[in-house]
């Protein structure tokens, strides 16, 4: 079991089901998001050689347009005027990053949170450290690869890690693929599971993504390369008593392994 929230800014991280993680991967508005990001993106990187005609279709939009009349009500003064200061490919950058953060999102590491009390005395599941609990899984990320494919095609000739992987997909920015696996605890804790199954693949984990409570957005269905429906029922009750007192704790830094100097291991 892992948790979901559907949106990061406010909503309560929910144990999910195999019936809510298909309806969202399946949603129309899921496969717009990843899309209108790609192309935003690919919009850009075009109008390096091409100009500012490649960026049109984007600046004209009713969705950009509208985003741009939120960010000119920026309550404070000094980030209105850095804001104005930005050029129209900023802009975009900041738009493509505001579609994707106001997508659902799941927390794959994570079977449950604590129910905790808001300010205002109402019971809430905060997407925190201090409230987490394991499940024995492993998010993978590996980022900025020229071809994601043959990092999947290299990982399904690979027998002994392709049975503990659970779910492979590609990133919205299509430089990207997303693994999440089991965890093995003579490894050590998520971090030290990142570096060695990262190593045994031939690539190098990235730093910035050990803390158990990392989000993941959710991939359209297309995208999602291979799903062991075990992932909406796995878990490791002794990887969860063994390493959640540590995270709880903030002690997220690899235990037996260490990253290199530039953030990968």
């Given amino acids: 079991m892992f948790t979901f929230q559907e949106n990061t800014h406010f909503s309560q991280a929910l144990p999910c089901t195999k019936e809510e993680f298909l309806e969202q991967v399946r949603k129309p508005n899921t496969a717009w998001r990843i899309d209108a990001r790609r192309a935003v993106l690919a919009a850009v990187e075009a109008s390096r050689t091409e100009g500012a005609a490649a960026l049109q279709r984007w600046l004209d939009s009713t969705d950009y347009q509208r985003f741009l009349s939120r960010k000119e009500g920026l309550k404070k003064e000094s980030a209105r005027r ?3 200061q930005k050029s129209d490919v900023e802009w975009l950058l900041a738009y493509a990053q505001e579609v994707k953060d106001n997508s659902l999102a799941f927390i794959y590491c994570c079977r449950e949170f604590d ?3 808001t300010e205002k005395g109402k ?3 905060h997407r925190r450290l ?3 609990h394991l499940n024995g899984l492993v998010m993978l990320d590996l980022d900025h690869v020229e071809n994601p494919m043959q990092v999947w ?3 399904r000739g690979m027998r002994e890690l392709m049975a503990r992987t ?7 920015s299509q430089r990207g693929i997303r693994i999440v696996f089991t965890a093995n605890a003579e490894d050590g804790n998520l971090a030290d599971n990142q570096i060695v199954f990262a190593r045994a693949l031939g690539y190098k984990a990235d730093e910035s993504c050990i803390d158990a409570t990392r989000n993941s957005f959710a991939p359209k269905e297309e995208d999602i390369l291979y799903i062991d429906e075990t992932i909406f029922d796995y878990y490791d ?3 969860d008593k063994k ?4 995270y709880r704790e903030k002690r997220t830094q690899p235990l037996h392994h260490a990253f290199d100097a530039d953030g990968t291991a």
């Fill in 82 to 84: 850095a804001w104005q």
């Fill in 115 to 117: 129910e905790t009390l």
């Fill in 123 to 125: 019971p809430f599941r």
């Fill in 130 to 132: 201090a409230e987490c």
């Fill in 153 to 155: 095609w290299k990982l």
């Fill in 166 to 172: 659970k779910l492979v997909h590609i990133t919205s």
């Fill in 237 to 239: 009750e002794d990887y």
């Fill in 243 to 246: 390493f959640t007192p540590m």
